[in-house]
């Protein structure tokens, strides 16, 4: 690492986001440039958020830390730092290496940790689901349908900031304006104790939902484990993310889908790591976002990509933010994000940001 810069940046949202860990009404984080010096750059993006990621000061720090060292030649471990801080270095490395190569990101990645078999395709496109947020009945079914005459094919509905049966009223109330083919999923944010969770367990199953996210409090492995084998998909998220649960080593009776989100497990290498891991054990990995600002999420496609057979996947969060650093790479269209060509994430298109 030669050269290494860092310019902080903080993009409003469209509106405040309530998630289970609080309000957010901003994403405030860093690019991060690197510059090997043999006219490969690359460029990464750490936006760290509390709860999932370590914090914006610390995020920071080490990243100062880093860049010092790197201008006075001193060794630094990046193994040190924080999540979101790894995945900005670990981007803006392996952008710099897929550029240099003159490959995509993708491709560089499913070549590196060896995710793409000989007959699987090199996809042009990721699915992505839409995700609708707690409302009134009216409110769940309009956002519902606008998903769907948008062209999403997968939507995500928020539950558990109500009783079970005003939920129930929600669901059925989507499932029945939007028909048969369109695939549900339900995101509890760990909301549920264990009898509330069996009883929406049942109604999920009844109205075909594909699977529900982390629908108990994320330290109850067990718990999840038990609500599985019952007509709807168990899929973990917080779980994953929280410091005082140790994985088992066999997640797969815990889970039958597991959130992935590049920017709490520092970076595409660890995300596709654990996605081979989780399709070796028949567990489905689901790649998301944190809200993250365009090189991120461009970077988030193209870890998608390298997953053959992916499922719909978070990555529709570009409206989410009322500005970005560039124009959007990763738009979606009828409920699928191409993937940028070009070589590394999008080519030179974040380059101005650090190096004009
Ligand atoms: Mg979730």
Redesign the pocket.
């Known amino acids: 690492m030669r050269g290494v810069r860092v310019d902080p940046f903080s993009l409003r949202l469209r509106e405040p986001l309530g998630t289970a860990k609080g309000e957010i009404r901003e994403r405030r984080g860093f690019l991060v440039g690197v510059d090997r010096g043999t006219g490969a750059r690359g460029v990464g993006e750490a936006t760290p958020l509390p709860g999932w990621t370590e914090p914006y000061a610390d995020c920071h720090d080490g990243l100062a830390e880093m860049r010092t060292a790197a201008s006075d030649g001193w060794g630094f471990d990046v193994e040190a730092l924080g999540p979101a801080a790894r995945h900005a270095v670990s981007l803006a490395e392996a952008d710099a290496a897929a550029r240099n190569r003159g490959v995509a990101l993708h491709d560089w990645l499913a070549d590196r940790f060896e995710t793409r078999r000989g007959g699987d395709d090199r996809p042009t496109t990721v699915p992505v689901n839409a995700t609708v947020g707690d409302g009134t009945v009216d409110e769940t079914v309009s956002a519902a349908e606008v998903a769907v005459e948008d062209g999403f094919g997968c939507l995500k509905l928020k539950v558990g900031a109500r009783p079970l049966g005003a939920d129930e009223r929600r669901l059925r109330a989507v499932r029945e304006a939007v028909g048969d083919d369109v695939v549900l999923r339900a ?1 509890a ?1 760990g909301a549920w104790d264990r009898e509330t969770a069996e009883t929406a367990v049942e109604l999920l199953a009844d109205l075909d939902f594909a699977y529900v ?2 629908p108990l409090a994320s330290d109850d492995l067990h718990g999840h484990a038990e609500l599985r084998g019952r007509g709807v998909g168990i899929a973990l ?2 779980t994953l993310y929280d410091s005082s649960v140790s994985m088992p080593t066999n997640l797969r009776e815990h889970a039958d889908v597991v ?1 992935l989100k590049p920017m709490a497990l520092g970076g595409p290498g660890p995300t596709l790591s654990l996605a081979q891991y989780l399709r070796r054990s028949g567990v489905t990995p689901v790649v998301t976002t944190t809200v993250d600002a365009a090189v991120a999420r461009a970077a988030a496609v193209h870890v998608a990509a390298a997953i053959p057979g992916i499922p719909p996947c978070g990555l529709a969060t570009g409206d989410l933010l009322a500005e970005d650093l560039v124009d959007d790479p990763v738009p979606v269209t009828d409920g699928e994000i191409a993937v940028p060509e070009g070589s590394g994430v999008a080519g030179d298109a974040f380059d101005h940001r650090l190096w004009d």
Do not use: G, L, P, W
């Open positions: 995101d944010n996210e982390q998220d917080e959130v």
